[in-house]
């Protein structure tokens, strides 16, 4: 079967590697496993720094770096929570999905509901985990809400932000092409801080008070964690959602520390609450994601899906991935 590796900063290739096995029923920590078969997966920005060669575990290049938003189908199964056949959603450990078939824990793993699409079912791995980090806010309802980073995570969020009644919800991004997308997404108002002054621009929506709360869905790419402590009113709050560097220069933390901002971080969703909650809220047609899937490549083209999504190639939000066995299917 195949598996991808990354080779050198910025390639990947796949291999053929053996088939994958399980243990025997009980053994190792109790936990059951299953053999996963992915059929649809889509690519994140927390793939990058593997594929980019950024992230420090690099030098390692395991096998099977990068992918971990993916839906597929139970081949095999040493534990009591699945069947072979049924359609499930998993997360693998440490982002090593790359694979045509592979061991995955049913406590990493829910089903998929017959009524969403695969296209769709594949979002609720990212939706899971804008819910679980909006939770961790007292409230958005009636909130003035800036989302720095128009990219797929910041439009989840717009979306999401719309569903639970925020009051006017600010798309910043430095692209107009990512931007285009956001009202469609639920956005009240977009800044292109290549062409205006995000704060004085945020400082005009909110009548000067600036935004109860700011959303950072950047994440390593670029620091913009004083920009967002600039949008924030005073005693308001900043959600950290991208995934940062090793650590991140030049923060003005005097002033976010004047400010009184709370700032929350997140990572690690529940595998009980949040994922099976953004599955529902797709069953149930709570959100329309549809705008944001705008690539799909087969798996013998991962190198161009992942040049697409890294370069924005052509508007690229949500890159996805096909495997064979969704063509079988």
């Known amino acids: 079967m195949l598996a991808g590796q990354i080779p050198a900063p910025g390639k990947v290739e796949l291999i053929d590697v053996p088939e994958p096995t399980l243990?025997?029923?009980?053994?190792?920590?109790?936990?059951?496993?299953?053999?996963?078969?992915?059929?649809?997966?889509?690519?994140?920005?927390?793939?990058?720094?593997?594929?980019?060669?950024?992230h420090p575990e690099f030098t390692q290049r395991q096998?099977?770096?990068?992918?971990?938003?993916?839906?597929?189908?139970?081949?095999?199964?040493n534990g009591s929570r699945f069947q072979p056949g049924d359609k499930v959603?998993?997360?693998?450990?440490?982002?090593?999905?790359?694979?045509?078939?592979?061991?995955?824990?049913?406590?990493?793993t829910i089903p998929v509901d017959p009524r969403v699409p695969w296209d769709k079912a594949v979002l609720a791995q990212p939706l899971g985990t804008v819910i679980y980090?909006?939770?961790?806010?007292?409230?958005?309802?009636?909130?003035?809400?800036?989302?720095?980073?128009?990219?797929?995570?910041?439009?989840?969020?717009?979306?999401?932000?719309r569903n639970l009644g925020a009051r006017e919800i600010i798309s910043i991004d430095r692209l107009e092409s990512?931007?285009?997308?956001?009202?469609?997404?639920?956005?009240?108002?977009?800044?292109?801080?290549?062409?205006?002054?995000?704060?004085?621009?945020v400082k005009r929506i909110t009548g000067g008070a600036m935004a109860d709360i700011v959303v950072e869905a950047v994440g390593h790419a670029d620091q913009v964690l004083n920009l967002c402590q600039r949008l924030c009113?005073?005693?308001?709050?900043?959600?950290?959602?991208?995934?940062p560097p090793e650590s991140v220069d030049a923060i003005q933390w005097r002033e976010l520390?004047?400010?009184?901002?709370t700032v929350h971080t997140s990572v690690n969703p529940d595998f009980r609450r949040d994922f099976p909650l953004a599955m529902r809220w797709l069953a149930e047609k709570r959100l329309e994601l549809s705008p944001l899937v705008t690539h799909s490549f087969p798996l013998n083209q991962i190198q161009t899906a992942f040049e697409t999504f890294r370069d924005r190639k052509d508007g690229a939000q949500k890159v996805l991935v096909e495997f064979p066995a969704a063509r079988r299917g």
């Open 23 to 54: 243990e025997p029923r009980g053994a190792g920590d109790g936990t059951g496993q299953i053999i996963f078969q992915p059929e649809i997966a889509c690519l994140c920005g927390s793939d990058l720094p593997y594929f980019n060669g950024e």
């Open 63 to 77: 096998l099977g770096h990068t992918l971990h938003e993916m839906v597929g189908t139970v081949i095999a199964t």
């Open 89 to 108: 959603l998993t997360v693998p450990v440490n982002q090593r999905g790359l694979f045509e078939r592979y061991v995955a824990s049913e406590d990493r």
């Open 133 to 161: 980090a909006l939770k961790k806010l007292p409230t958005v309802l009636d909130q003035d809400v800036a989302v720095v980073g128009a990219g797929p995570i910041g439009q989840l969020f717009i979306a999401t932000l």
């Open 178 to 201: 990512r931007l285009k997308l956001s009202p469609r997404m639920g956005a009240t108002a977009t800044i292109n801080t290549q062409q205006v002054d995000a704060v004085e621009e």
């Open 233 to 243: 009113r005073h005693a308001g709050r900043m959600l950290y959602f991208g995934v």
């Open 257 to 261: 520390f004047r400010k009184n901002i």
